[in-house]
């Protein structure tokens, strides 16, 4: 699509930031309106919009296409999302040790039982740990404590939260991404350990480099979009 507008601007109302094109109020592709939080996330996305020059490419607009997925997508689905939520809790990667290097065992032993023990601390999770990728049988009560904690976030914090454990495969250190606990940097080597450690080895082709910069780039739009919402 190409850009039709001149003007973009913010507007607000009842403690919500809009966004205008030439004076009309921004949509998602749903139709709702984009009624955004705080004013600095507005001053993000209406920069995006402002620097369109010819063509709109959604993909290069990712703090519009977060806020979008918020809206669209996590608010309207929020019951099943949690169900989802829930079963990355049960299955968590780091709970998936290796059963046969001894030297990624050591790794992994090293940079995933803090956060483990992070977990218990901070929600009183408790979790098994098995070698291999045998399922595990954990405490179902694990899956209702996170329920428990979904429930006390807003669609912002729960977005976040979704797309940082869809990208991790940890619900475990996405919480800990949405309490600040960890930078993006160490969210995505923590997470991708198994794989960084085999490149170390063997060597990295180019398609996986490509794939890991794109998630380490939306991880640093996701860590700053969740500071802009943060009311």
């Known amino acids: 699509m190409k850009r039709f507008y001149e003007k973009v601007d913010i507007t607000q109302s009842e403690r919500r930031y809009q966004i205008t094109l030439d004076n009309s109020p921004l949509k998602t592709p749903l139709k709702s309106t984009l009624q955004l939080p705080t004013r600095k996330l507005a001053e993000k996305l209406a920069k995006e919009w402002s620097d369109v020059e010819i063509d709109i490419i959604p993909n290069q607009m990712p703090f519009f296409s977060l806020a979008v997925t918020a809206i669209d997508s996590v608010a309207t689905q929020k019951t099943e999302l949690s169900e989802e939520m829930q079963h990355y809790i049960m299955n968590d990667l780091l709970c998936y040790r290796e059963s046969e290097d001894p030297k990624l065992q050591e790794h992994q032993n090293k940079s995933w039982d803090p956060w483990l023990s ?114």
Not at 184 to 190: E, Y
Not at 193 to 201: G, I, K, T, W
Not at 218 to 228: A, G, Q, R, V
């Open 118 to 231: 992070w977990a218990n601390t901070e929600f009183e999770f408790e979790f098994k740990l098995a070698k291999g990728v045998m399922p595990i049988d954990q405490d179902h009560r694990n899956a209702t404590l996170l329920k428990q904690v979904i429930s006390q976030m807003n669609i912002w914090t729960f977005m976040c939260f979704v797309r940082a454990t869809m990208l991790t495969g940890s619900a475990i250190l996405a919480l800990a991404f949405i309490r600040k606990q960890v930078t993006p940097d160490t969210l995505f080597s923590v997470a991708y350990l198994d794989e960084l450690y085999q490149n170390s080895r063997w060597g990295e082709d180019d398609e996986s480099k490509a794939r890991h910069v794109a998630v380490k780039n939306e991880l640093h739009d996701l860590s700053e979009f969740f500071t802009l919402a943060e009311l």
